[in-house]
């Protein structure tokens, strides 16, 4: 089952969402058909979004600090969508993947599939000199997970998985204007702190130049086949 990438560019929200949803039906279709593994598409995309918080099925309302009126003044939507997870912010700067897998011809479980983005994530970081890891209780990438008051955040996952075939993905902040999860509780924490690539180095890092780096990483993590 071979892998198609695209690039999206930048692309509103909703419509990266749809994109998703059309891929994934059209996948769980071909199983159901019965077609042959070697017949059907994985896909993983990259995209950068506008301004945009998400909240997932188990988020809590209150983690978004602001209403309506503000979410406008700071040319930001806001979406309940159907992934796991709480509150989370997209934008500028920062890489948005989005695996669209079957993970039955992949032979990897939901939980063994969020630790190898993870791990894709953090061997990026390793890559240039950012040493990341997981959190005890908590899923995507963090810094500093040993020193209580410094733990913080580069990267959310948040997955929907339906007849084992993938959607949604991470939210990897490369340049990203932090100022943005000053309005929510990120992935519903309120002791946890953000960051980004260009925090961490002090200098802004060339976004195309990690996407690659970071594809090459997912398809050893996942096995895939480009």
């Not at 017949?39 to 809590?60: A, I, Q």
């Not at 209780?137 to 007849?163: E, M, N, Q």
Request: aromatic share 10%; with cysteine.
């Amino acid at each position: 089952m071979r892998t198609i990438y695209k690039d999206l560019g930048t692309i509103d929200y909703k419509e990266a969402w749809y994109y998703q949803e059309k891929l994934l039906s059209g996948i769980v279709s071909q199983k159901l058909s019965g077609m042959p593994p070697e017949r059907r598409n994985n896909y993983v995309l990259f995209c950068e979004h506008p301004h945009v918080y998400t909240m997932g099925k188990s988020g809590k309302e209150n983690n978004l600090l602001i209403n309506d009126t503000l979410l406008g003044s700071i040319n930001a939507t806001y979406y309940k969508i159907n992934r796991g997870g709480d509150i989370t912010y997209h934008g500028p700067g920062q890489i948005v993947g989005y695996p669209v897998l079957d993970l039955d011809v992949l032979s990897i479980g939901v939980r063994s599939y969020i630790e190898k983005l993870e791990n894709a994530i953090i061997s990026t970081l390793d890559q240039y000199s950012i040493k990341a890891d997981r959190l005890k209780g908590a899923t995507g990438v963090w810094l500093d997970t040993k020193t209580p008051g410094k733990t913080r955040k580069i990267c959310a996952i948040g997955v929907r998985v339906s007849r084992s075939v993938t959607m949604h993905g991470f939210a990897f902040n490369v340049n990203t204007d932090l100022n943005y999860f000053s309005y929510i509780n990120p992935c519903g924490f309120i002791d946890k702190g953000v960051t980004s690539m260009q925090k961490e180095l002090g200098k802004e890092v060339p976004v195309d130049d990690i996407k690659k780096v970071l594809l090459n990483n997912l398809v050893k993590e996942l096995g895939l086949e480009l």
